[in-house]
């Protein structure tokens, strides 16, 4: 497709955080070969405001709270809109309802291969198959039908200032996931912690405002806490990714945090059992991952990662207590 033919570009990707970053680096990448393109993105109101770090794109709202009636409302918002193109990035039937309230000429989806809840049935195109495993690469392949084929990493975002006098370095540690069955031991932390005020870096602490993610920073701070810097649930996310572009390392599950300090171009040493890490894991630093994925997946399925569906999961709730102290600290090591 010629360059002048795409005018307005409509994106629907509405959630989660880490896959919202992944498409940013996407976008970006689409809108740097069609700087004169006008870009339109629905999402949800929490990813709404990553989005809105991305100079030049028009971001529209939906909140699925809303229903039947917030469908009709983002309808009307857009009446009169015709896009040129429209790329679908998420696989759900509320994305693909959201879709049908946008109208488009080119509605672009994944690959057969990669299309659930029927995404096939509300799109006029599909992408190539993708040409690596990962989430982002599934994004890529949309991309390629524009002719965009790599990511822009580190993304550039209009970011605050961090105003938390933090050191010149330091190791953040974001140990808490999305659900709690995905956060590492607390003694493992520790062991973290103890190992980087040995070494005189000082350990940031961050995470969300739930009492469950400030009651497991504790848990973990203990006796330590005067010795780290505790941002959990002081961060918004534009804050937060300052913090994470300004460390040394970030040490994380599989959560966003881990995605948005890929996107800010941080070093990540990500913990991984529950998902394939070559699906999930930090795009750009999957060779710094401590994964047992394999090992629990073969023994749940009798089968190899290999041999089973691109998005099996493990299900075993101690998962996570596989990984050994030993295994992330020799990491650690050769990463600082």
Known sequence: MQQENIQHLAIVRLSALGDVCHAMAVVQSIMKRYPSMRVTWVTSPLEAKL?????GVDVVEYDKKSGFSGLLALRS?????????????????????????????????FALSHSRERQHWFVNEYAPEPKGEHVLDSFLSIASVL?????????????????????????????SASKAERNWTIEGYQAILDYLLA????????????QDEIDFANSIMADRAENVVNLVGKT?????????????????PDTGPAHMATLV????????????????GPYRDLDKVISV????????YQKPAAELPWSTRVHDPKAMQHI????????????I
Request: aromatic content about 4%; overall charge positive.
């Open 199 to 210: 070494k005189g870096i000082c350990p940031v602490m961050t995470g969300g405002p739930s």
């Open 293 to 300: 994925y394999d090992e629990l997946v073969e023994k749940e």
């Open 236 to 252: 918004p996310l534009d804050m937060m990714l300052s913090v994470l572009r300004n460390a040394a390392l970030v040490i994380s």
């Open 77 to 109: 918002q857009l009446k009169g809109q015709v896009f040129d193109v429209l790329l679908h990035l998420q696989w759900s039937i509320r994305a693909s309802l959201v879709s049908r309230m946008i109208r488009a000429k080119r509605r672009i989806g």
């Open 51 to 55: 989005v809105r770090l991305l100079e």
């Open 324 to 335: 050994k102290v030993e295994s992330v600290l020799a990491k650690l090591k050769t990463l």
């Open 147 to 175: 002719g965009v084929d790599q990511p822009s990493l580190p993304c550039e975002l209009s970011l605050p200032a961090e105003t938390f006098g933090l050191p010149a370095k330091y190791v953040v540690i974001n140990p």
């Open 265 to 280: 171009g941080t070093p990540v040493l990500g913990l991984y059992a529950h998902s394939d890490p070559r699906r999930t």
